[in-house]
């Protein structure tokens, strides 16, 4: 049996507060280095090592504490929960995190509020517009204030000027610099990135 | 106990056309050790009430039935005088249920001193008065219960059933002859002796029912306790059989609350991706799935005792419109419904754990969905 490497020697450092875009075609293995990154898989050889910690030997549940406290998602397909108001969703990843009611009300529509969404507090992702959408879910990667988001094709299901608009609030919206990871093939993202990094067969291939 | 003739075996009848039972028979039984006493009872199957007053006369159809007995048949059947008094043997008087006293409507009601005709099936019309009003107790016994004389009367003048009267010669004289006695046992723990001893005396050759009664007969004697045994088997019977359309039933929820956890864990797969992303553990996502199915069991439940309770007063007042049907006044028994809190609360309790047997795999399916897979899922 052969082993299929999705990602072969990749080397790569971030620095804090940087914006780095990963781009490259599909099947470059951009979508296994922000699952190795957002901490929900494991490379099956080597280490990661996130923020002084090494996650590669952790657990599911461990796993998932590192996500919920120093990762925000946010996707191209927006990914809210339905049953859910755009509030209650900014809310979500509070909830795992143990925070008290009162916190978690406060810290979702404050983020809400800055994204222009303070009339849709109560609404259901399926009332909202796709950039609403989009901008719930920026909200809710923020909800625990973690040092990195990372985005999958952030604008992937939105219209130029929409996606625009939401690229403008996630890159200039926060309390303090972020390190923000952008998984894009959409290359007129470029202009909002520190870095541009672009993946071949699993290797990077040029780096700008 | 009730003695009559008629088939034993496992379910014993009574013939109440037999009529063997003698004077001297009741004089017997009732001096036999253990009988407190006992009553000799001639049912007289009633056609109509006649009430004349005046110029005017009233008659009611009715399918009623009196006992011609003596004053004891109203404590062995549990039944206790509202007003007025007891007949007196020999007089043309009788006592009415209370349930019976407005049998020509409510405004014309019958009371004490009242007097009445009536006629028995066979055309005899007899005049009476009316010296009292019973009803049965609140607790009556079983066998009260079980039957209920609208009139009560004395067995002279009412009740003439001889020997030979109905063969056409008389061959022992003139003694009255009874289908059914009612006797009582001294107490509860000597009611096996007392129908023993009446069984021994009934098939001796003192007795004159012995003799007179119809060769292939037997004599049956029917206990209270045999009365409630039998109710007790056939309740049994009964909750068996729900118990198991219960279990049935609980199986089946079961199997439908999984089914659909199934499918909305497969409908949510992204969604369940999405949220193990955003930090949800193992635990919160069988807890989220475990809470929704626990919520449909526990409101399941709730749904079917209010269906439940309702459907039994549907089914119990259906039962007795049935039995006032079929028995008339002469079995005016009705069923009651009785709640005991304590079971909804059970049936809550069971349907939460329901929902967490059946919930269990579905949440653990959740929980263990692959969050790198379960966010490509279309």
Sequence with gaps: MTELHALDNVSLKVKKGNVVSIMGPSGSGKSTLMNLIGCLDRPSQETIILDGEDITSYNDNQLAEIRGKKIGFAFQTFNLISSMTAQKNAELPMIFRHIDKNSRTKRARFLLQNLGLERWYSHYPSELSGGQQQRVAIARSLANNPPIILADEPTGNLDANTGEKVMELLTSFSEEKKTILLVTHDPSLKKYADRVIILMDGKISVEQ | ?378
């Design chain 2, 1 to 378: 106990m009730v003695i009559g003739v008629g088939r034993t075996g496992d379910s014993p009848q009574l013939s109440l056309t037999e009529t063997v039972f003698t004077d001297k028979d009741v004089e017997n039984i009732g001096n036999l050790h253990h009988i407190k006493d006992v009553a000799p009872v001639g049912i007289i199957s009633l056609k109509k009430i006649i009430k004349r007053e005046k110029f005017l006369t009233w008659d009611s159809q009715f399918g009623g039935t009196m006992y011609a007995s003596n004053s004891v048949i109203l404590e062995i059947l549990d039944l206790e005088m509202v007003s007025g008094r007891i007949f007196e043997e020999g007089e043309r008087e009788i006592v009415i249920d209370k349930s019976i006293a407005d049998v020509f409507g409510e405004n014309k009601p019958l009371s004490i001193g009242d007097s009445i005709y009536f006629q028995r099936i066979d055309g005899i019309v007899s005049k009476t008065k009316i010296v009292g009003i019973f009803k049965r107790k609140e607790d009556a016994n079983i066998v009260g219960r079980l039957t209920s004389p609208s009139i009560v009367g004395p067995i002279s003048p009412y009740y003439s059933t001889y020997f030979g009267s109905n063969v056409g010669r008389v061959i022992l004289g003139r003694t009255s002859a009874y289908g059914i006695l009612y006797a009582r046992a001294i107490d509860k723990t000597g009611v096996v002796s007392a129908q023993n001893e009446s069984l021994e005396y009934l098939n001796s050759d003192e007795s004159d029912a012995h003799h007179y009664k119809d060769k292939n007969s037997d004599f049956v004697l029917i206990t209270q306790e045999y009365i409630v045994s039998r109710v007790d088997q056939i309740m049994s019977v009964i909750s068996m059989f729900i118990t198991a359309i219960v279990l049935i039933s609980l199986i089946a929820g079961g199997i439908g609350i999984a089914n659909i956890m199934f499918a909305t864990v497969t409908q949510r797969t992204r969604e369940i991706g999405a949220i193990k992303a955003l930090g949800a553990r193992h635990s919160d996502i069988l807890q989220l799935f475990l809470y929704q199915s626990i919520l449909m069991g526990f409101f399941g439940a709730i749904i079917g005792c209010i269906v439940g309770a309702l459907g039994s007063i549907v089914v119990i007042e259906f039962a007795n419109n049935r039995i006032s049907d079929i028995g008339g006044t002469y079995l005016s028994g009705t069923i009651s419904l009785n709640y005991s809190n304590e079971w909804f609360i059970i049936a809550t309790l069971v349907g939460v754990f329901v929902g967490i047997i059946a919930g269990a795999l579905p949440a653990r399916r959740a929980a263990k969905l692959d969050p790198v897979k379960a966010l490509k899922y279309e």
